[in-house]
């Protein structure tokens, strides 16, 4: 077939047509990934190389050494520890009490949807509002469980773990709809087929839920794990990065190092944030995905 | 290697029967075929065998004991669903090897049931997955298996265990048709191997004529009919099951039946068959003037010049190996099988048809039972 073929260039020019109709519809979203996202990320690292005036009126380049003090100063370091106990004190523990809740709800009962709108419910409120209830029950002078010493938020060595607690609650209904949603997809007849193997409750926990619902396990390690970095509402309402700092996570630290002579080692935090939960994230796909089953 | 018994089995769920005191024996070593179109209660009987339905009323046994309370895993049997149910994460030989991880079981020369020992279990895949033509295969994981591969290992974790009896709920009909036919005479081959008792639940009547020692038809919860198949296609008790078994499906129409010059016939407004016994086994005669249902299987029609009947033909369906004729008789439509050799009729032409005597099956309108 020669160029000149009219089949050839109708063909040509359908491939363009879809090519820019492809385009067009991916330009919204690149729009709005560029704007909110790869800009502000470019603005970040534009801002890490300089050092602001106290008015935020003049900028002088520093270049990469701020990189370098700051990502290997104590304050970050401060900040990257509290933030990494804050992960491993919500994460764990969320996911095990969604789990325990999924599994307990996802039965044909009479009355079992009040039971999963009631685990469900916490999807529905927000940071702050889960952070103004915990600080009715925990607050150190005027709440409910002021006496229970491990949540306590006026003792540096266990504000943490109250604030922890509060985003288990705050996160609890996420875990538990989509634990649920992943219980439910899994056939009744993989079940029965194990029932018929002779499976107890606990075999067919470990050997049969669990690995089928290993995508949804993966998905919310995740979310929860990046979740608990970038968490900073419940802090600055618990306790405000105190006592004595021992609840200043990264983020905390990062907003409260927006005023212009800070904005340089701020945005160096934020990036350094970003990396760290890049680089946490990749670690979870490429461990764990070995051992996550993802269907047919 | 037992049999089962159903005595007086009902179930239900709230104000629906699913199954209504179903009395049946299913004999040791049997390939018994529960057959019935969907909602026919097959799948629920067939799961109460299994332990994973509750029975509401009556007495199962499986070989002497009454298993109504026994928990399914120790009910010594092994069900093969109509999904497979492989557990998707898990290879082939650990799919296999699933049913002897935790049960017990019976070992030569030992006076006690125990659990098999990793050799012991590994030995017994090994068996199972060379009787299906598994033994390539054992690595893999089920999604990387055919729709057959999968069938047959789904089979083998059933005969793994070597159990009592093995539990078929529509296991072939997420198999492309070639691959059905092939199935179906591997499971009778099976089934001659083992010589264990089967019990199987289809909606498919040729899986059921085929592969079935005995079928036992269900309608609306209900036993209809149980027999060999050949006794099921030729004397249908009544006339869900004459218009079930056969395809196409026995022709039904209303008539009268009566005495003329002595001879037995059926009057159908535009003609008259005859009819050869009109009181035989344990039913009671059939009186001059009898409204019926006069039905008669479409290969024992046929276009006859002589034919006492007169009928239009309305279509002709050409099978290759056979065509249909589907014929007006009085209002009702009727199908006569025809050799595909020779001139069709076509459609508008008027014939005359006539039946063999013996094969024309009369019903009761009312019971729908049968009368002669």
Known sequence: ?296 | MSEVVFEGITKRYGDVVAVDHLTLDVLNEEFMVLLGPSGCGKTTALRMVAGLDAITEGTLRIGDRVVNDVEAKDRDVSMVFQSYALYPHMTVAKNIESPLMTRTFAVEGEVEPRKLTKPERLSRVTDAAGTLGLSELLARKPAALSGGQRQRVALARAIVSRPSAFLMDEPLSNLDAKLRAQTRLELVDLHQRLATTFIYVTHDQIEAMTMATRIAILNEGRLQQVGPPQAVYERPHNLFVARFIGSPPMNTIPGTFVVVDGEAKVDLGVGRFPVAAVAGDHHEPVVDGTKVVVGVRPEHLAIDGEGPVEATVTAVEWLGHERHVICDVGGSAVILRQPSEGVAPPPGQRVRIGAVADEVHLFDPNTTERLN
């Open chain 1, 1 to 296: 077939m020669s160029s000149d073929d009219p089949h050839v260039r109708h063909l040509g020019s359908r491939r363009t047509r879809d090519a820019v109709l492809a385009y067009a519809f991916l330009l919204p979203s690149a729009v709005i990934f560029v704007a909110f996202f790869f800009y502000p990320l470019y603005r970040l690292f534009y801002l890490g190389l300089y050092q602001q005036n106290r008015f935020g009126t003049a900028e002088r380049w520093v270049g990469p050494s701020q990189y370098t003090k700051v990502l290997t100063g104590s304050d970050f370091l401060s900040g990257l520890s509290i933030s990494a106990r804050y992960v491993l004190l919500t994460v764990p523990l969320g996911l095990v009490l969604g789990v325990m809740l999924a599994v307990s709800a996802n039965r044909r009962l009479r009355g079992i949807k009040i039971f999963q709108t009631i685990f469900a419910s916490t999807v529905a409120s927000s940071v702050a509002v889960a952070s103004v209830v915990f600080f009715v029950l925990i607050n150190p002078q005027v709440g409910y469980f002021r006496n229970v010493s491990f949540l306590s938020l006026s003792n540096p060595a266990t504000a943490l773990q109250g604030v922890a607690l509060s985003s288990v609650w705050q996160n609890l209904g996420l875990t538990f709809i989509i634990t649920l949603a992943g219980l439910q997809a899994v056939p009744e007849e993989i079940y029965e087929a194990a029932t018929l193997d002779g499976y107890g409750p606990f075999r067919r926990f470990f050997r049969v839920t669990l690995p089928l619902i290993s995508p949804t396990m993966m998905f919310l390690l995740v979310v929860l794990v990046v979740f608990a970095f970038q968490a900073f509402a419940q802090i600055d309402i618990l306790t405000g990065g105190g006592p004595a700092g021992s609840t200043q996570t990264l983020v905390w630290k990062i907003f409260n190092s927006q005023q212009p002579l800070d904005q340089g080692t701020g945005s160096v935090m934020a990036i350094g944030l970003f990396a760290i939960t890049l680089v946490v994230t990749a670690a979870q796909f490429s461990i764990l995905n070995r051992r996550v089953h993802y269907g047919n």
